[in-house]
């Protein structure tokens, strides 16, 4: 009923405090939101490190590209749970984010596709290699 008089009444989601926005973005209750958000961030952050740790590895790239990957992903799933996954989206769609958005994105893609596809490239053959003058 309160957010029904809210829109009748024509204030924004700016003039809500953090607390009243983040209660309305899910149906799940706040503590059970807070518990979700630091489960993820903390498995995130986790991944990212075992990721940096396992690069030093043997086959290590492929590992790192994985897990950290994966830890960012998770990290920036934790939000989810505080703003809700569609506000999350839209928020980082807006126009002063986008650019920013679509580089993180893209990184994360790339930097799968070189860990994988290019040990994958260089085990079959087909990685080129330039040719260096003998040293004399």
Known sequence: ??????????QDDEEQGLTAQVLDASSLSFNTRLKWFVICFV???????????????????????????????AALASTCFLMGPVKQ???????????????MLLCLVF???????VSYISQSGYLLTVPTPPLS
């Open 43 to 73: 498995a995130g952050i986790f991944f990212s490190f075992l990721g940096t740790g396992l690069l030093w590895l043997p086959n290590g790239m492929k590992l790192f590209a994985v897990f950290y990957t994966l830890g960012n992903l």
């Open 111 to 117: 930097t799968l596709c070189a860990a994988l596809w």
């Open 1 to 10: 009923m309160e957010k029904l008089r809210r829109v009748l009444s024509g």
């Open 89 to 103: 989206l839209k928020k980082m769609f807006e126009t002063t984010r986008l650019l920013a958005t679509i580089i």
